[in-house]
């Protein structure tokens, strides 16, 4: 390819992003070549510190470059509430379009028995640490409602009633707008299973 | 030249899946005439994919695919009857089910009758657990053509008593002994003829049938563990002084 060895490595390394073919990484390789020399080193300054400085916040487990991330740090927010989501972009999704003013908890996946994923890797006894200080007074279950999403909240919703702790689970059914006959099995028999009083 | 094979909503249940390429999914799917079939379902993890709720573990479904060489194409998807809700417990037990299929059974290879098993397998699990796993244990031994011995003595043919105290030898069969030893596998006859009978009601013939499945699984599962297994390890550790549901997983967890 080319000829240049660098430029087939930069090639190469642009397939890691998802959605990106050999095509279009050859694009985007010659479009920073070509047009965009700066926004290229921009890119390469940001990825490498963020590769090298960015973990886990060491309370919710979210990504953080910090030791402690700036949302639980924030003291405007209300610490009894403890919201529970899979991932980082849970977060994100929820803080985007909610008024949601507690913290957060981060499992970093879900229960996932045949890929040896279970309580540890969801850091699930630093949870349960977290919900023995008694600082928490509703623990708030925003897992995704598969079938391992929902066996995660399961296990989340026993230890939090070990330590005494309030649980919700956030409602999941039939979307707005949808109509009912176009919405699968699935969906349907949650948005019944967790119908409200009107 | 290879031939393509379509087939047209099977029967069927996804065991696991994997993330496949950018959008897609890597489906191992245990089917009712095709048995094991890993398929490939393209744009399955799109924001906006038909399938994006319905390819699940768990679900009862009817499948299509078009099958050419090793991994087929899934072509359709639709739910097969109710949609069951399993608590977290039941979900476990029956991922340890599932690894057990991918780990022991080969792509391909038609179980149909292993398949039944594992309907009623999946049915029986909210009402007795122990017994819906060690059954289903039994019957994926005698699938792959490990069936055991239960109701006859493997050396001279004698038919096992209900007061008698067995030593098994496994993939030969029980042999009646005086006394237990540390080292052998031992069980009362009436836990191996309740198996034999499939109904395992009380709590010392579970326990015995258990080990003695243990043994006779680990022959064929080598020396890798269950993922499972270590997963309800790892429940157990953490709900020492959790109330009932979940202190009882483990260590005397069902699936081992
Ligand atoms: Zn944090």
Redesign the interface.
Known sequence: MSGSRLIGRLIESLRCLPGVGPKSAQRMAFHLLEYNRDGGRQLAEALSMAMEQVGNCSECRTLSEQTICLLCSNDQRDRSLLCVVETPADVQALEQSTGYRGVYFVLMGHLSPLDGIGPEALGLDLLEARLASAEVKELILATNPTVEGEATAHFVSEIARAQGVRTTRIAHGVPMGGELEYIDGGTLSHAFAGRQEV | MTHTTRVSLEPAWI??QHPYR??SLLLEVFSQEYGRVGLIARGARAARSRWQ??L????PLALSWNLRGELGTLTGAE?RG??V?????Q??CA??L??LL?RLITRLDPHPELFSAYEQAVDALADNEEQALRLFEKRLLQALGYGLLLDHEYDNGQPVEEQGLYEYHLERGPVRREQANPDGLFLQGSSLLSLHRDELQDVRSGREVKQLMRAALGLYLGARPL??R???R??SS??R???A??ATLSPNSPAG
Do not use: K
């Not at chain 2, 699940?56 to 679900?59: A, E, G, K, S, V």
């Not at chain 2, 809700?85 to 417990?89: A, H, N, S, T």
């Open positions: 065991l696991h950018d959008s709720s319905q699940q573990i768990l679900r739910p109710r949609v809700m399993f608590p977290g417990r979900v476990l991922c340890y599932n690894e991918l993922r499972t270590e997963v309800l790892q429940l953490l709900s002084n959790a109330p549901d979940m």
